[in-house]
């Protein structure tokens, strides 16, 4: 049944959701799209970017601790 109901739903009535930043579909872009677009991008960027620091001091914190005893 599940399949049934999956098969009947065509891919024009799901939902359009902005992926990414990005404006809806159909939507025209304003200074207010860019200006959040600009900040999603910078907010993932930072993210990103922070992992290989945020695994390198997790190592160091995790050798400090075995050095210790701990």
């Known amino acids: 049944?599940?399949?049934?109901?999956?098969?009947?739903?065509?891919a024009e009535k799901?939902?359009?959701d902005?992926?990414?930043?990005?404006?809806?579909?159909?939507?025209?872009?304003?200074?207010?799209?860019?200006s959040d677009r600009v900040t999603?991008?910078?907010a993932f960027e930072a993210v990103v970017?922070?992992?290989?620091?945020l695994a390198q001091r997790l190592l160091q914190r995790s050798q400090?601790?075995?050095q210790l005893g701990l």
């Open 18 to 34: 902005p992926v990414g930043g990005e404006p809806p579909v159909g939507s025209k872009p304003s200074v207010k799209d860019l």
């Open 1 to 10: 049944m599940t399949a049934t109901l999956a098969a009947s739903v065509s």
């Open 64 to 66: 400090h601790g075995f």
């Open 40 to 42: 999603y991008q910078r």
């Open 14 to 16: 799901l939902p359009t």
């Open 49 to 53: 970017w922070s992992m290989p620091a």
